[in-house]
């Protein structure tokens, strides 16, 4: 199977920079897809950044797009969530996930492999 550990959460003024990693390890050449979800407290979990881990052109959430962007590095096993303009509403824990699947997967329910999370606070 594939574990994903995600790293570089921590507290963060608004208006400023974090960047997430996801270390990948086990069986990864069953990713497909890979991205990053993150869930508020009392709020469903959502979809923000998608890539297929073989390259193509990423997919975001509108709430992000523009100031978060989603890359991976193969070589390493690693995908990246730089998240650039923090806005007090991007605070949620983040989680890293995989598909299996051929198609892009659109919500969840589409991932099968899931990191733990890691916590952003945006301070205003």
Known sequence: QVQLV?????????GGSLRLSCAASGRTSLMRYVGWFRQAPGKERESIATISWSGGRPYYADSVKGRFFISRDN?????????NSLKPEDTAVYYCAASRSLGVPRDSSGMDYWGKGTPVTVSS
């Open 6 to 14: 995600e790293s570089g959460g921590g507290l963060v003024q608004a």
């Open 75 to 83: 070589a390493k096993n690693t995908v990246y969530l730089q998240m």
